[in-house]
């Protein structure tokens, strides 16, 4: 087989959408066989698929009349071209998906998860260079995209904060754009105000991604969110669709959650409980362009202890201090806080717990509690491990070596860790 066997399972069960357990009931095996063909290559539990079942699957999945719906999403081209922007390889917003094309590009993203887990080594963007234009404060997401990029066997020049850049000095966003795409060949900008992402890329033809436009979206972010539910539902046999997400904190401002619940909307019948401190609830236009023409429930709510009884997802945001106009923090009190004992008291034993960091730790802040570090439900360290993959897919895509990616791949050479943190769950990596 050309693709592992990873890769392999998980897209036939994402193309047939079923669950691990209809999945290995259906090619006619054990639940727990399944899981240990799924373990990523080098795990101690990893086991080799059989090659009767290889050929089994393959013969489903080519006769399942569900698979003429991506064979017609394939015939019109590639998928940058797409997901396109006016005619350009660019990625601006989550309304440029479709759920055939959001699920094109995690199949994508599960080709690089050998790299991303440094088990392989790509060099297919060798000689690219990545300008990371970040004119407002960042580390994470940052960092991610230079990694991605670099993974691939690009290059980054990076820029961050305004103060520090030529704009400061009264140079136009079409000035920089301009100029700065004869200097790399692709962009990741971060800028304090909403549209101006638009802008930069109004003024160039090279790949621009948005990496966050003030209060408007962060579309990669959204993206590497619902990558990281579809891998914790496969682990746990759920489908997304039907599902109960609970959404928690800023969400006026939250740009993670404007671009997560308008990507979450392209599935079906979902559940949103929308739980916020008066003052910060989820914008209006957001909320009407999720419910028009759909199944979706939204329902919303002050009281976090009411809110989160019998969710699948509770994805938790901070509050974003720093682009209030006039807000208090009224009704934000410790009450407010996602923890353990609320977790435990409102919640089953397979909820999962996300945020999209950074959160604010430190005592009085009442952002997501560090009692639940030790906590499997936990995928916050899982939900940033898979910014890798998700973004390597993204700049693959936009330009146009994601099928280059599975022929390109050899052997590290190094010794890389079998759990990046100490004290990962012992499910970490289990997709």
Not at 23 to 43: H, N, Q
Not at 265 to 293: S, W
Request: hydrophobic letters at 40%; charged letters at 25%.
């Amino acid at each position: 087989m050309s693709v592992s066997q990873q890769v392999f399972l998980r897209d036939a069960m994402r193309r047939l959408n079923l669950t691990r357990d209809v999945f290995a009931a259906r090619i006619g095996v054990k639940r727990r066989a399944l899981d240990t063909w799924l373990l990523p290559e080098g795990s101690q539990e990893a086991r080799s698929m059989p090659e009767v079942v290889g050929r089994f699957v393959t013969e489903i999945v080519e006769n399942e009349s569900l698979m003429r719906k991506y064979a017609q999403s394939a015939q019109f081209g590639p998928l940058r071209d797409r997901i396109a922007v006016e005619g350009k390889h660019q990625l601006l917003s989550v309304d440029q998906f479709t759920r055939e094309s959001v699920e094109e590009l995690f199949r994508i993203a599960d080709l690089m998860q050998p790299i991303a887990r440094r088990q392989k080594v790509s060099r297919v963007l060798e000689g690219a260079v990545l300008g990371n234009l970040f004119f407002e404060a960042s580390t994470r997401t940052r960092v991610s995209f230079g990694a991605a990029f670099c993974r691939l066997g690009g290059s980054v020049c990076d820029t961050t904060g305004f103060t520090f850049s030529s704009m400061a000095k009264g140079e136009s966003i079409y000035d920089t754009s301009r100029v700065m795409s004869g200097y790399v060949d692709a962009m990741v900008i971060r800028h304090p105000d909403q549209g101006s992402v638009a802008e930069f890329a109004q003024a160039t033809n090279i790949p621009v991604v948005n990496g966050g436009d003030g209060p408007g979206e962060h579309p990669s972010q959204a993206l590497l969110d619902l990558y990281t539910i579809l891998t914790e539902f496969s682990r746990l046999g759920k489908l997304l669709d039907g599902a109960h997400i609970a959404v928690v904190g800023d969400l006026k401002y939250g740009r993670t959650v404007h671009s997560l619940i308008k990507l979450l909307a392209l599935y079906k019948g979902l559940k949103f409980t929308l739980i916020a401190p008066r003052g910060l609830e989820m914008p209006q236009d957001i909320i009407d362009k999720v419910t028009q023409g759909t199944d979706h429930v939204i329902e919303q709510t002050h009281s976090l202890r009411e809110g989160l009884v019998g969710v699948d997802v509770i994805y938790a945001t901070r509050v974003q201090k720093e682009r209030f106009s006039g807000e208090d923090l009224e009704g934000y009190t410790a009450d407010f806080q996602v923890n353990k004992a609320l977790v435990d008291q409102c919640c089953g034993p397979d909820v999962i717990v996300m945020h999209p960091l950074p959160r604010d730790s430190r005592e009085g802040a009442n952002d997501l509690s560090v009692d639940l570090n030790d906590d499997s439900r936990l995928a916050i360290f899982r939900q940033t491990d898979n910014g890798i993959p998700v973004r390597m897919a993204i700049f693959a895509v936009l330009l146009g070596v994601e099928t280059l990616v599975q022929h390109s791949l050899r052997d590290v050479t190094w010794s890389p860790p079998t759990h990046i943190g100490p004290d990962d769950s012992v499910f970490h990596g289990i997709d």
